[in-house]
DNA sequence: TCCCTTATCTTGAATGAGTCAAGTATTTTT
DNA sequence: AAAAATACTTGACTCATTCAAGATAAGGGA
């Protein structure tokens, strides 16, 4: 778990300023990966006391264009943050509860990054999501029949 | 291209009542796949003439639980339909201009079906969503420069 | 073919995540 | 320490989608 001056390097090094709010939103998304927007809004006022709302979504949106945090938001569920950033994760998504799983592609480096027909677009990025039930919801489901 | 009653066959066979909205719906969604919500209403209006914009929400939802259409939702844009089910392609999203195609994976019949490591969830479905530039915004970029 | 049951559509309001805009405060630079 | 630039506060607003209640139309049985 990074520190507040490991956090401080980190806004540093991407050139925004340090400031109370990024930090503590930073810490938020350390400690409660794939967090929404609201969830991590109650921990950091939790951490400062009041902070606008306005104030938490204009500081994810820095830190995901800074590449600070990535933004990850599933159909039909609000956005959600993670600290995991610059490898090629995906994720594993119970369609029950919601709850996300980190999972990393079996095929390894560069999963599924060459679709057989591209249409000639340039691709730079492909984001899986593994759709299906948590090890809670199955055991939940079949416990009830 | 399916005729009407290619489409009344299929609402039939779904359990589902044959209406005219349902109809109309079925031929805006085989006529331009990939359409928005808003399309598919202008084109059921066009069609039809004055159709609540809750029937074509209630039509979409009862096509796509039927199995009949699919909904995609990429992040950041509204919800899109396609008429292509049945089969496991996916899609190409260009971030300028957010034109989709269709891309068959490149691993073929179950594409990433495996990650590395599910953490106990049953999996159903694995979802990819290729990112980035369409043919048509490589080339005006490329130009401008 | 008519009627009844039920699914579907209409109308109109509400929800809620996210954005916009203007002004104030804080950080960083000089 | 002052200036310049960035970040935060406040409050209104957008817009896709949903909710709810009543009206209408589709499909099956008599």
Redesign the pocket.
Known sequence: MPTTSDFERML?AAS???????IAVLHAVHASPHA???SILGAVRTDLG??????V???L??LTNAGLLRRI?PAGY??RYESRVGDNHHHVICRSCGVIADADCAVGHAPCLSASDSHGFVIDEAEVIYWGTCPDCTTTTTASS
């Open positions: 540093r925004l300023r340090v400031t109370r709010p990024r929404d927007t609201d009041e902070v606008s709302h306005q104030a979504y204009d500081v949106r820095a938001q609000v956005a």
